[in-house]
Nanobody, 120 residues
Framework: QVQLVESGGGSAQPGESLRLSCVAS????????MSWYRQAPGKERELVAG???????TYADSVKGRFTISRDNAKNVAYLQMNGLSPEDTAVYYC??????????????WGQGTQVTVSS
């Protein structure tokens, strides 16, 4: 019914930047909050940043001042601009969205994840 597809991951050196994108498609009436999570090897998945449908963002303390989340409601896209990357940011990054379907029901969906590796 709904697919979330992330892109923009890859390798970067410390201090560099990457921009992740998450495109939602399918039987979407509207999207509530959209969020980015990450999971490093051997660690639990953690919330990195979230943004409401009204474009109000929240950030994990570890990324405040370095990462910026944004969205384009017309295109059903969320972005995560990551600046000042450090090796501690290495993880698989997942997009999550709360979606209201044309049927009226609301469901949460995950993307497949995109790998971000930061090393010198």
């Amino acid at each position: 019914q709904v697919q979330l597809v992330e892109s923009g991951g890859g390798s970067a050196q410390p201090g560099e930047s990457l921009r992740l994108s998450c495109v939602a498609s399918g039987s979407i009436l509207s999207i509530n909050a959209m969020s980015w999570y990450r999971q490093a090897p051997g660690k639990e998945r953690e919330l990195v940043a979230g943004i409401t449908s009204g474009n109000s963002p929240t950030y994990a303390d570890s990324v405040k001042g370095r990462f910026t989340i944004s969205r384009d409601n017309a295109k059903n896209v969320a972005y995560l601009q990551m600046n000042g990357l450090s090796p501690e940011d290495t993880a698989v990054y997942y997009c999550y969205a709360g979606v209201r379907l044309w049927s009226g029901s609301v469901h949460g969906y995950w993307g497949q994840g995109t790998q971000v590796t930061v090393s010198s």
